[in-house]
T-cell receptor, first 112, second 112 residues
């Protein structure tokens, strides 16, 4: 059973601070890792993906991957109220087309 | 560019009724997926289609059937709806799972 674990939150962060979202996964053979943002009542939107150990930066977002620890994180710098959403971690095992396994999501609240 | 289009957006069914959820993508993606999203349960894979002409069961296939009509279209059918199938249903597509998904806007289904 492939599992992806996230703290459900809510995680409350002051505006302008760094929000840190964490995710662990059970399948050591996992190859690709994704972060989706989902606003209430909307569909998930892909914001970051990472395949290799280390950091990957895209604007205010940084994804971090540590395969040895089976841990992936998302940092949001200079958090804005518009970043308030649920963030879903997703993992693909083996590179096959059998679908991503999603965590249940972390609800992030940016306090103005 | 429409991306992934789902119809209908909302539906109320009586227990035992049948219906088909429609999904079409215009990105020439090979793989398509149906997920359901329930509070506290996250996104769970119902069925997927790795390529035109193939379909496979996901984590929660019971009570559902699918058809990959052509490369663009992937439909989900509920033959005899049950209250446990009350959920938000998302269709998604991808070139391969390693590139992440593009989601449709979702269908909010209530079975009474």
């Amino acid at each position: 059973q492939k599992e992806v674990e996230q703290n459900s939150g809510p995680l409350s962060v002051p505006e302008g601070a760094i929000a840190s979202l964490n995710c662990t996964y059970s399948d050591r053979g996992s190859q690709s890792f994704f972060w989706y943002r989902q606003y209430s009542g909307k569909s998930p939107e892909l914001i970051m993906f990472i395949y290799s150990n280390g950091d990957k930066e895209d604007g205010r977002f940084t994804a971090q991957l540590n395969k040895a620890s089976q841990y992936v994180s998302l940092l949001i710098r200079d958090s804005q109220p518009s970043d308030s959403a649920t963030y879903l971690c997703a993992v693909n095992s083996g590179g096959g087309a059998d679908g991503l396994t999603f965590g249940k999501g972390t609800h992030l609240i940016i306090q103005p | 560019n429409a991306g992934v289009t789902q119809t209908p957006k909302f539906q109320v069914l009586k227990t035992g009724q049948s219906m088909t959820l429609q999904c079409a993508q215009d990105m020439n993606h090979n793989s398509m997926y149906w997920y359901r999203q329930d509070p506290g349960m996250g996104l769970r894979l119902i069925y997927y289609s790795a390529s035109e002409g193939t379909t496979d069961k996901g984590e929660v296939p019971n009570g559902y059937n699918v058809s990959r009509l052509n490369k663009r279209e992937f439909s989900l059918r509920l033959e005899s709806a049950a209250p446990s199938q009350t959920s938000v249903y998302f269709c998604a597509s991808s070139e391969t799972a390693n590139y992440g998904y593009t989601f449709g806007s979702g269908t909010r289904l209530t079975v009474v």
